[in-house]
């Protein structure tokens, strides 16, 4: 870790010697200087002239996670290295002599840059080894290869339901295979080499994108992808409350009760006030028909923070994650946990702008095919939109269904403004781990403007294959 060279190595070790006799340890610790010689070098420099090398550094040593690009540089190659636990911004140059016992991964780089005319047996190996060691697994190339190797469709691998363990056993069989017969399906196996590449840059990038998003969430959101080669959406940022660049939603309750136990005084909690219904049973489930307005209690109400009737300023509790479809959906959201009916799920949280506003957003989603608009519209006016396509959280990512297991209900509690509720997915039913969450986006009208007709071929077809299925989105 030193920059030095073999005549002035007694003068930077008397220095370290100085600083950590002055008690400066951990100051000198913290120093990094671009090392000119490798450690086995600076171990026999050191031995030669007598000194003890402190191997405080070694743990430190960063790994190697996968090569991107290469280019030549004053007559020398360098490698784009991504390393192993950094993030990407972390990436740097760097030439071979700086890439410890990475001849094998070198070696896999250059031969899917210029393919050989047959597979070595070196180069089927590496690709096994690290398909089925690195992080994060990929399901799907793993069930690629299965399929060309047992010679049978991807269909039925996945009809199987085999978990990465079960996939990586079956996988192992490929080494098992003389590289002679391997070569016979050359091709294919050189496809799935590279396509394996890539998917390895969507993993990391998916990865990165987990880690970003769940910095300030709670409970933590997982992102799954074993369908495509599709990374995660960009300019879009998790957010955990409305925001909003020009309505003031600054909550001003003005309604409030003074029960100590709303349990037992529903007849006189805030719904009383709001002339609604209590909302929740014992359990905290919502015992409301969809439809009914939720009034929970706020900060100016006596009762504490574990009040019956506050459940959805609590924020979400279920795990979830965010997942690519394989039906051509694109991203959903799953429940990783199982979800009793009437339990809340979460909010659709958003950017708050105008109903002006949201129908010329809603020209350019309606091209894109989807829509990230929910309006505010439990009174007959609707003021105000929620927009999710570049804010929001995991609710963003939930897909229309004919047939949905959430239902919405409008909630208010410290913000009282009757054109500004939050939106809240109750369960319509109980819901399984693993099962997709739905909700009707209601959105089914075959007139545009003024009343005209939408052409069929300009109609957005529904894909949620329930048997009621309305065909059509809009």
Same mark, same amino acid.
């Given at each position: 870790?030193?920059?030095?060279?073999?005549?002035?190595?007694?003068?930077?070790?008397?220095?370290?010697?100085?600083?950590?006799?002055?008690?400066?340890?951990?100051?000198?610790?913290?120093?990094?200087?671009?090392?000119?010689?490798?450690?086995?070098?600076?171990?026999?420099?050191?031995?030669?002239?007598?000194?003890?090398?402190?191997?405080?550094?070694?743990?430190?040593?960063?790994?190697?996670?996968?090569?991107?690009?290469?280019?030549?540089?004053?007559?020398?190659?360098?490698?784009?290295?991504?390393?192993?636990?950094?993030?990407?911004?972390?990436?740097?140059?760097?030439?071979?002599?700086?890439?410890?016992?990475?001849?094998?991964?070198?070696?896999?780089?250059?031969?899917?840059?210029?393919?050989?005319?047959?597979?070595?047996?070196?180069?089927?190996?590496?690709?096994?080894?690290?398909?089925?060691?690195?992080?994060?697994?990929?399901?799907?190339?793993?069930?690629?290869?299965?399929?060309?190797?047992?010679?049978?469709?991807?269909?039925?691998?996945?009809?199987?339901?085999?978990?990465?363990?079960?996939?990586? /056993?079956?996988?192992? +069989?490929? $080494? @098992?295979?003389? =590289?002679?017969?391997?070569? &016979? *399906? #050359?091709?294919?196996?050189?496809?799935?080499?590279?396509?394996?590449?890539?998917?390895?840059?969507?993993?990391?990038?998916?990865?990165?994108?987990?880690?970003?998003?769940?910095?300030?969430?709670?409970?933590?959101?997982?992102?799954?992808?074993?369908?495509?080669?599709?990374?995660?959406?960009?300019?879009?940022?998790?957010?955990?409350?409305?925001?909003?660049?020009?309505?003031?939603?600054?909550?001003?309750?003005?309604?409030?009760?003074?029960?100590?136990?709303?349990?037992?005084?529903?007849?006189?909690?805030?719904?009383?006030?709001?002339?609604?219904?209590?909302?929740?049973?014992?359990?905290?489930?919502?015992?409301?028909?969809?439809?009914?307005?939720?009034?929970?209690?706020?900060?100016?109400? /006596?009762?504490?923070? +574990?009040? $019956? @009737?506050?459940? =959805?300023?609590?924020?979400? &509790? *279920? #795990?979830?994650?965010?997942?690519?479809?394989?039906?051509?959906?694109?991203?959903?959201?799953?429940?990783?946990?199982?979800?009793?009916?009437?339990?809340?799920?979460?909010?659709?949280?958003?950017?708050?702008?105008?109903?002006?506003?949201?129908?010329?957003?809603?020209?350019?989603?309606?091209?894109?095919?989807?829509?990230?608009?929910?309006?505010?519209?439990?009174?007959?006016?609707?003021?105000?939109?929620?927009?999710?396509?570049?804010?929001?959280?995991?609710?963003?990512?939930?897909?229309?269904?004919?047939?949905?297991?959430?239902?919405?209900?409008?909630?208010?509690?410290?913000?009282?403004?009757?054109?500004?509720?939050?939106?809240?997915?109750?369960?319509?039913?109980?819901?399984?781990?693993?099962?997709?969450?739905?909700?009707?986006?209601?959105?089914?009208?075959?007139?545009?403007?003024?009343?005209?007709?939408?052409?069929?071929?300009?109609?957005?077809?529904?894909?949620?294959?329930?048997?009621?299925?309305?065909?059509?989105?809009?």
């Amino acid at each position: 870790m030193f920059d030095l060279v073999s005549n002035n190595v007694k003068q930077v070790f008397s220095c370290v010697i100085d600083y950590n006799n002055a008690n400066h340890t951990k100051y000198i610790r913290e120093v990094r200087v671009k090392c000119l010689q490798s450690i086995a070098d600076l171990k026999h420099v050191c031995k030669k002239l007598g000194l003890k090398f402190n191997d405080y550094y070694s743990k430190e040593v960063m790994k190697v996670d996968i090569i991107l690009e290469d280019k030549i540089l004053n007559c020398q190659r360098l490698y784009l290295v991504k390393w192993q636990d950094y993030d990407s911004e972390y990436n740097t140059w760097e030439p071979s002599d700086n890439l410890i016992d990475c001849e094998d991964l070198i070696y896999f780089y250059n031969a899917m840059k210029e393919p050989p005319t047959e597979l070595s047996e070196e180069m089927i190996f590496y690709f096994i080894k690290d398909l089925l060691t690195r992080k994060p697994h990929d399901l799907l190339t793993l069930t690629k290869l299965c399929a060309l190797i047992f010679k049978v469709d991807e269909d039925h691998i996945n009809s199987l339901q085999l978990s990465f363990a079960d996939l990586r /056993k079956k996988a192992t +069989n490929v $080494l @098992n295979i003389p =590289v002679v017969k391997l070569n &016979k *399906i #050359r091709d294919e196996l050189l496809n799935l080499m590279q396509f394996s590449e890539k998917r390895k840059l969507v993993l990391l990038s998916i990865k990165e994108w987990e880690i970003k998003i769940n910095k300030n969430t709670s409970p933590y959101t997982k992102v799954e992808n074993n369908i495509d080669l599709e990374g995660p959406p960009s300019n879009f940022n998790f957010v955990d409350n409305y925001i909003s660049s020009y309505i003031d939603l600054t909550p001003r309750p003005v309604i409030y009760c003074s029960c100590v136990d709303c349990s037992k005084n529903q007849n006189y909690c805030c719904s009383h006030y709001w002339g609604g219904d209590f909302a929740y049973d014992k359990q905290q489930r919502i015992q409301l028909l969809a439809g009914y307005a939720i009034y929970e209690c706020n900060e100016f109400c /006596k009762c504490d923070k +574990n009040c $019956l @009737n506050r459940v =959805v300023q609590h924020g979400q &509790k *279920i #795990r979830v994650a965010i997942f690519r479809t394989s039906n051509g959906c694109g991203w959903g959201l799953k429940t990783l946990e199982l979800i009793q009916k009437s339990q809340f799920v979460l909010e659709y949280i958003g950017e708050v702008i105008s109903s002006s506003h949201a129908e010329r957003r809603g020209e350019v989603y309606d091209h894109l095919g989807r829509t990230y608009l929910f309006d505010l519209d439990f009174e007959k006016d609707c003021l105000y939109t929620v927009d999710s396509m570049l804010y929001g959280n995991a609710s963003r990512f939930i897909n229309h269904s004919c047939n949905p297991n959430l239902e919405t209900y409008s909630v208010w509690s410290s913000q009282q403004h009757p054109n500004l509720p939050r939106i809240a997915f109750f369960a319509k039913k109980k819901i399984m781990p693993g099962e997709e969450l739905t909700f009707d986006y209601k959105m089914v009208d075959s007139r545009g403007k003024n009343g005209i007709p939408i052409p069929e071929n300009e109609r957005i077809l529904c894909k949620c294959n329930s048997k009621n299925c309305k065909t059509y989105l809009f």
